[in-house]
């Protein structure tokens, strides 16, 4: 073992014409990633892989990026930062003890083969529209560090998204980390409607983020996975739910503003009218999380 430690690791494998490029520091991959801004990024490769055996796409460039030490590393501070290339396996204890309910919710993310293999960074980057860790991020006010050459900007993940599976990233730049509060919210909840309890794509994810004092709605966070083309907050029913009154008649008139805020699709997961109608039932289900929590019946995982 101690010979096989003091072998250089390689910097490229190459097999029938097609090239995997192994940088092993950040500033290695962002040299490399603006020579080669064509070229894919394999983190986990639990998205990248199927383009390949089901969409039978040519890769004939891509850079690994899951051997960069620093791209897995998690800081904690005033705020945590998470390395895009952790992961979800490697997070999962971090959001336990920061985030429960995003730490919960990863426990239904998937498989556990996949969470030991995907990361957050590529489930972002992806940018799917039924991706379930976007929405919490979203109602957690999220932001990424972006890195592009020698240059970073810090950017919200609410303006990450542009269309679907169009992000902002620019040709030759990269998340370089997540970055999410410190400090837990006290009221956020997260939930995902699917058919099976684990190893399933949801049909719609909902997460939730009030700020109630006396009895009044100070501020609002609320979005959704697959309710539209991209990962999305519901900004009309935010603005019903901010300044007003936390009860029954405030409620109803969020509920009814997210018919404003999305037009989903119907597909084989879901129909509209289900989509629409799941996303205001777990706004109501949030509700009653916060008032009635006694009534509150929880299924996070199984044994």
């Known amino acids: 073992m101690q010979r096989l430690r003091q072998i250089a690791p390689a910097s490229e494998l190459s097999a029938g014409g097609k090239r995997c490029l192994l940088p092993q520091s950040v500033d290695q ?18 998205d ?22 620093a791209l897995r590393q998690v800081e904690r501070g005033e705020r945590l930062r998470i390395g895009a290339a952790a992961t979800l396996s490697e997070v999962y204890p971090l959001l336990m003890d920061y985030h429960p309910a995003f730490g919960e919710l990863l426990q239904r993310f998937a498989a556990q083969q996949i969470r030991n293999q995907g990361t957050l960074g590529g ?3 992806n940018a799917s529209p039924i991706g379930d860790a976007a929405p919490l991020l979203l109602a957690l006010d999220a ?27 620019q040709p030759g730049e990269f998340i370089d980390s997540i970055l999410l ?93 289900y989509r629409m109608l799941v996303a205001q039932n777990l706004l109501r289900r949030y509700f009653i999380a916060l008032t009635a929590p006694q009534t509150a019946i929880e299924v996070v995982c199984h044994e």
């Not at 991959?29 to 639990?46: D, E, M, N, V």
């Not at 592009?148 to 993940?157: A, I, K």
């Not at 399933?200 to 994810?205: G, L, M, Q, T």
């Open 123 to 125: 489930n972002l980057a």
């Open 143 to 169: 932001a990424l560090l972006l890195r592009h050459g020698t240059r970073q900007r810090e950017l919200p993940l609410r303006d990450f998204f542009l269309d679907y599976r169009q992000t902002a990233l």
């Open 181 to 273: 509060p410190a400090q837990a919210p006290r009221d956020f909840r997260a939930w995902k409607v699917s058919k099976r309890l684990e190893d399933d794509i949801s049909a719609v994810c909902g997460a939730f983020n009030l700020t109630i004092e006396q009895g009044m709605v100070r501020e609002a966070y609320v979005a959704y996975g697959g309710m539209a083309a991209t990962p999305k907050r519901a900004l009309t029913c935010e603005q019903a739910l901010v300044g007003q009154t936390w009860d029954r008649a405030t409620l109803e008139r969020a509920t009814q503003a997210l018919t404003r805020d999305f037009t989903p699709l119907s597909d084989f997961r879901a129909s509209s009218a």
């Open 29 to 46: 991959l962002a040299t490399l990633y603006q020579q080669y801004p064509q070229a894919r990024l394999l983190a986990g490769g639990s």
């Open 48 to 69: 990248l892989a199927l383009e390949v055996t089901q969409r039978h796409r040519d890769l004939p460039l891509m850079i690994a990026i899951g051997q960069i030490a």
